[in-house]
């Protein structure tokens, strides 16, 4: 069995050397690809045949996913009506290893009659492909990790790397920032922690609210019942004010018998960190971070209470 795994292992130091023999092929050529696609006023239609293909459908759908408009045409369907779908302001990325794959050079002919530009990913620079490209991404590996030599592997891989270099330089030059990528992916879980905002996910119904006069031991079953561990001081429907659990328990170890005297006024905090509704809930972890609290409230332009957005409304 050890003999076995190490066929394995063998493939992956094969596969990662093939990945590290790419950095001396990126020259001018890659800046030329990146300067195409970014100044692209249409799609990149991506195409490949075989292997070559499925690589190129996940490089149309990362390049699509971070802000370049992409998809994958399968060169055999353009000669049954998927022609349609191209525009002269499109790109084409041709991807073949041998760049001799003739269902792919049989629709090359078709994108220069459209003038659209071509970038070519090959592993050889003397291809056919390559002569009718405007531009080549160079993915030649030395050997493939089959044992044969034979099955498409490193070169794949190769191509699978380049297609994601593509995708991080692009997204430098469009300064693409974690909220960008988000509305691409709303289902997933980074998507709905950028898009999600206070208004989406506080607390507004049964909210604990104090009058800043009430006596503390009344506050206390107010707060309670809320459950929010906190409650908030109105005057005229404006936040004025807000107290915790924390605050009642150190009021009780200093006025101890004189506790129930005191009023809520007595204690609260005149300035509690307020957001309004349209606020992302990223953003009001950060202030509770900051400021070291497990709440905060949310209120309109008039400081008119909406609800209460805590630690755990935040965890989505």
Known sequence: MKEIRQYGIQCVKDEAQAILDLIPQFDEQFDNAVKMIYDCKGKVIVTGVGKSGHIGAKIAATLSSTGTPSFFVNPLDVFH????????????????????????????????????????????????LVKYSNVHLNTKVKKEACPLNLAPTSSTTAQLVMGDALAVALMEMRHFKPRDFAQFHPGGELGKRLLTTAQDVMKHENLPIL??????????????????????????DRVIGIITDGDIRRAMERWQADFFNRTVGDIMTRTPKCVLPTMRITEIQKIMQKHFIHSVLVVDQEKRLLGVVDHYSCMI
């Open 81 to 128: 009506g998927d022609l349609g779908v191209m525009t002269h302001d499109d790109v084409v990325l041709a991807i073949s290893n041998s760049g001799q794959t003739d269902e792919l050079l049989r629709f090359i002919p078709m994108v220069l009659h459209m003038n659209i530009p071509i970038i070519a990913m090959t592993g050889n620079p003397d291809s056919l």
């Open 211 to 236: 009058d800043e006069q009430m006596h503390l031991g009344d506050a206390i079953i107010l707060v309670s019942k809320g459950k929010l561990g906190l409650g908030v001081a109105l005057e005229d």
